[in-house]
């Protein structure tokens, strides 16, 4: 079992509250456990690209790349990760 507290500041480098503030009246779709959101990256290609990263992963893949993402946690229980499909649709599309 993983301890994600709801305290720990959550990796993104975007203003979640205000998003989730937002979309407080219209929180309809899919919840997940989002783990980060890189606004601008040119990493792995040519091009600049939008990443979302997802919490949580049963693989546990000896050679994983990203092993502080694997652990699964609920996002209706640990609000500190979680984001409705709108919420990340909406930091996708504001940069």
């Given at each position: 079992?993983?301890?994600?507290?709801?305290?720990?500041?959550?990796?993104?480098?975007?203003?979640?509250?205000?998003?989730?503030?937002?979309?407080?009246?219209?929180?309809?779709?899919?919840?997940?456990?989002?783990?980060?959101?890189?606004?601008y990256t040119?990493?792995?290609?040519?091009?600049?690209?939008?990443?979302?990263?997802?919490?949580?992963c049963s693989?546990?893949?000896?050679?994983?790349?990203?092993?502080?993402?694997?652990?699964?946690?609920?996002?209706?229980?640990?609000?500190?990760?979680?984001?409705?499909?709108?919420?990340?649709?909406?930091?996708?599309?504001?940069?």
């Open positions: 079992m993983c301890d994600v507290s709801v305290e720990e500041p959550v990796n993104i480098d975007f203003d979640l509250k205000n998003i989730q503030e937002k979309s407080k009246t219209s929180r309809k779709g899919t919840n997940g456990a989002v783990h980060s959101i890189e606004t040119t990493t792995d290609g040519d091009g600049i690209r939008r990443l979302v990263f997802l919490q949580g693989k546990r893949c000896i050679f994983c790349s990203n092993p502080e993402m694997q652990c699964i946690v609920n996002p209706d229980t640990c609000p500190g990760v979680a984001m409705t499909d709108k919420e990340v649709c909406d930091v996708v599309e504001e940069e």
